[in-house]
C-alpha cells in the first residue's frame, strides 16, 4: 500500500499489526455488519500514522472491502493518510495529531461510565507520541474518573520519527511513569498474540483502575532492512525492496 501511494508508515504499520489482528480478532466485541452498533467497544487509533496498518485490519474484519485498500491515500480516496471516521466505517475518531487520540478514549470511557454502559474504550498509543503533555492531562483524569473500562495499549517500539525516544525526550522507566499516575500495568512482548490475548481476557487488570498495556515491538517487525531502523518510520520500499519485504513475511508467515 505504502510503495503504490508513494506515501506511508510502513515501520510503524509493521510494529503494531500484531497488536490490531489480536484486538480485531479476539478481543474486540464489534460487528462489521452493524459499525455503530451503541454496545460495541471503541478502538481508537492514536498513532494515527499507521492508518496503513488499521485499514488492513478492518479489510480482513469485513468493514471494507479488500479492494479498496489499492486506493490508499490516492487524490479523493476515502483511505486518507489519517484515519477519518465519517469516511470508514470502523474507525472511531479522526486522528493525526499526536496525542488526540487518548483524551478521546478518555472521554469515551467516562461517557460510558455516565451510561451505564458495559462496552470499553481501547487506545493504541505510539511510544514517541507520550511526549506530548496532553496524554498526561489524560491520564490523570481517567485515574481521576477510575476508568477501569478503558485500556491503553504503548506500541513500545523505541523509536520515533528521526531518532530513538530515548535520545530525544526519553520515557523510562515507562511502566513506573504510568503506575504513578494511577493506571495498572502489564508489559508484553507486542508480537506474541497468545501472550497479548492472556493479558486482554484479564481486563480489568484491578478494579478502579484504568490499564496500561506497555507492549515492547520492533518497528517494521518482519521485515530483515526495516527492523529497529529510525529512517523506517517515514519511508517508502522501492519496487526492490517491496519484493523482498513480501517475500520475508510470506516466509514468516
Request: charged share 20%.
Amino acid at each position: 500500500m505504502a510503495h503504490a501511494a508513494g506515501l506511508g508508515h510502513a515501520g510503524g504499520d509493521l510494529s503494531c499489526a500484531d497488536i490490531l489482528a489480536t484486538l480485531y480478532f479476539h478481543v474486540l466485541r464489534i460487528d462489521p455488519g452493524a459499525p455503530l452498533a451503541p454496545e460495541r467497544d471503541r478502538f481508537i487509533l492514536s498513532k494515527g500514522h499507521a492508518s496503513g496498518a488499521l485499514y488492513a485490519t478492518l479489510a480482513e474484519a469485513g468493514f471494507l472491502p479488500r479492494e479498496a485498500l489499492d486506493l490508499y491515500m490516492q487524490p479523493l480516496s476515502k483511505l486518507n493518510g489519517h484515519p477519518d471516521r465519517n469516511k470508514v466505517l470502523g474507525v472511531e475518531a479522526n486522528t493525526g495529531p499526536l496525542g488526540h487520540g487518548l483524551p478521546i478514549g478518555v472521554g469515551a470511557a467516562l461517557g460510558a461510565r455516565l451510561q451505564g454502559a458495559s462496552w470499553r474504550t481501547f487506545v493504541l498509543t505510539g511510544d514517541g507520541e507520550l511526549q506530548e503533555g496532553s496524554n498526561w492531562e489524560a491520564v490523570m483524569s481517567a485515574s481521576h474518573f477510575q476508568l477501569d473500562q478503558l485500556t491503553v495499549i504503548v506500541d513500545r517500539n523505541g523509536l520515533q520519527q528521526g531518532a530513538r525516544t530515548e535520545d530525544t525526550v526519553a520515557l523510562e522507566p515507562l511502566a513506573e511513569r504510568w503506575r504513578a499516575f494511577g493506571f495498572s500495568v502489564a508489559e508484553v512482548d507486542g508480537h506474541d498474540i497468545d501472550a497479548l490475548i492472556g493479558i486482554f481476557n484479564c481486563l480489568p487488570l484491578q478494579a478502579l483502575r484504568p490499564t496500561c498495556i506497555i507492549a515492547r515491538t520492533t518497528k517494521g517487525r518482519g521485515v530483515s532492512f526495516m527492523q529497529d531502523r529510525a529512517e523506517w518510520h517515514h519511508r517508502v520500499p522501492t519496487a526492490a525492496e517491496l519484493a523482498q519485504a513480501l517475500a520475508e513475511l510470506e516466509a514468516d508467515a
